[in-house]
């Protein structure tokens, strides 16, 4: 599994480092291909199958990731408007239709935020890959290596609070060094880096309590020791729109914090 895991990395990894530095319509193209199989795998993950609701709302996760390149607002409105459509398009039995609320609201506000984000420039985004790409590392670590307290055992059985304590060091680690290289104060930078590492890990916790409320594993098997792509986003997701409230309170990305 972990030799899985580590080979996937090193796949994907790559592919979303050289979107984020290409810009422009590569990390458009990645973001609204990441929008579509996290609406497959929702829906299938929430109604049992892959319906017209769930093609639905795959359209508007795609559309509203290549409107938010230009028309950002458009495409928040857009997913406004599918949150009170899609639940009515399927067919649902025994399952709740504002399941498809949430998943709409779930998917299209991060994709569109990280597209917004790259507007702004590549060291905002890549802050902000590093920071949860450090946390998911470091409370991978320290987790295994020092164990404890469960975090939530009810909800995922194997997040310590080690976990979170090791993905706030190593998050802050990189904010820091991410704010030398950047000419932003590092320990600011660092302190802010924590704070989010915490926001992924609430993140990762909310997924594993979807996946655990309708008793799944893994939200699909489409990436190899990882699981589904709302798996190995689940941090992003719950990051991308903090990171962009803040840099609209601040005026712009990154660059323009100094």
Do not use: N
């Amino acid at each position: 599994m972990l030799r899985q895991r580590i080979l996937s990395a090193l796949v994907l990894a790559p592919c979303a480092i050289a979107a984020v530095w290409i810009g422009s319509w590569a990390f458009v193209a990645l973001a609204a291909l990441a929008g579509g199989l996290m609406a497959w795998e929702w829906t299938r993950l929430c109604s049992g199958h892959f319906g017209s609701d769930g093609k639905l709302l795959a359209l508007v996760s795609v559309v509203a990731v290549i409107l938010g390149h230009a028309m950002p607002m458009a495409g928040m409105a857009l997913i406004a408007v599918a949150a009170l459509t899609v639940p009515w398009v399927g067919r649902w039995s025994d399952r709740s239709p504002l399941w498809m609320v949430a998943g709409t609201f779930y998917i299209g506000v991060p994709a569109l935020s990280l597209v917004w984000l790259r507007g702004l420039g590549s060291d905002t985004v890549f802050w902000l890959l590093l920071v949860v790409w450090a946390t998911d590392i470091g409370a991978y670590a320290a987790g295994r290596t020092i164990g404890g307290p469960k975090l939530m055992p009810s909800v995922s059985p194997k997040k310590t609070w080690a976990g979170l304590l090791g993905g706030m060091g190593s998050a802050a680690a990189v904010g820091a060094i991410v704010g030398f290289v950047d000419g932003f104060s590092p320990a600011v930078l660092a302190a802010l880096s924590a704070l989010l590492a915490v926001v992924a890990q609430a993140g990762d916790l909310a997924e594993s309590w979807v996946k655990r409320h309708f008793g799944v594993k893994d939200s699909s098997a489409i990436i190899p020791g990882h699981g589904g792509v709302l798996d190995r986003l689940d941090g992003l997701l719950a990051a991308s729109p903090v990171v962009a409230m803040l840099c609209l309170a601040l005026g712009g990305g990154l660059s323009q914090w100094r």
